[in-house]
């Protein structure tokens, strides 16, 4: 079969060894498209690598049809059109994942939308809902509103009742998030989100994937038992934690990545996915936000347009158009 490659720093779509058959409770997918995130060009730098066992070729999530089904597996079929999330693997021909990681297309839905979904979604579910613990009615700040996860999580805030306020880098992106749900914004290059942020009356939970260069500014519009829930480290992994701020307001840091939980966990987020989003996608009331769509020998191209924070929603990579 084919994968991507990034042993001397560029991207080689080329010959690599088959897979394995799918072992128990697992599936092998042939490939249509594959997501890009941002976690792939860490991976790429050498600043992300996969957990132990996983492969090295790069790719979180994928859309497909299933090609073949392990002993065990009854939720899904051969020749069934699925979506998945992936520790990785996903820039190639073919992967295996474990049958939970992968839950059907929701109705209507392409497979092109459909790779835009594991990731984005399990990624905004995960941290919103699971470790974020929103209840009814409470505030929400996303920074990168207008990236693939951003865009998930305003979708989610407005589809369950939280308002939430986005932060992000044109006043173009800004208004792509309110015609999507936000319900305020910051564009990011005007300095200290602050002022606009404690006037909105601050936020409840902060959905943050910039890191060290936002956690002063973050803790000061953060309210009273107020959840900080850290998913990147784009503006720098060391920086100063006011303590006595957190102590007083009852503040909670947390720290969460998606790639590394187990399959069990991971096949948790993807359930509650199948039984609270699925059903929004299919009606409308959710969508996905594909961006554009790279062939999978242009990954180099498709990775420095996210580099350069060109994208506006999901950026996919169109694999099996070229197997």
Known sequence: MYAVNFSQKQARWQSVPDLAPPGPGEVQIRVAYAGINRADLMQREGNYPPPPGVTDVPGLEVSGTIAAAGPGVDSLAVG?????????????????????????LPQGLSLREGAGLPEVFATAWL??????????????LLHAGASGVGRAAIQLCRAFGHPCFVTAGSQAKLDACSALGAEAGFNRHDGSFVSAVKA?????????????????????????????????????RHAELDMGRMLMKRQRLIGST???????????????????????????????????????????AAHACMADNANAGKMLLAVSASS
């Open 127 to 140: 941290n919103l809902f699971m470790e974020g613990r929103l209840i009814q009615g409470q505030r929400v």
């Open 80 to 104: 069934q059109d699925v979506c998945a999330l992936l520790a990785g693997g996903g820039y190639a021909e073919y992967v295996n994942v474990d049958a939970r990681q992968a839950l059907p």
């Open 258 to 300: 998606l790639r590394a939980k187990s399959s069990a966990a991971k096949g948790d987020v993807m359930q509650a996915l199948y039984a609270h989003v699925w059903p929004r996608l299919e009606s409308g009331e959710i969508s996905a936000q594909v961006d554009r769509c790279w062939p999978i020998e242009q990954a180099d």
């Open 200 to 236: 909105w009356d601050g936020a409840d939970v902060i959905l943050d994937p910039v890191g060290a260069s936002y956690l002063s500014d973050n803790q000061r519009v953060l309210n009273a038992d107020g959840r900080l829930v850290l998913i990147g480290l784009m503006g720098g």
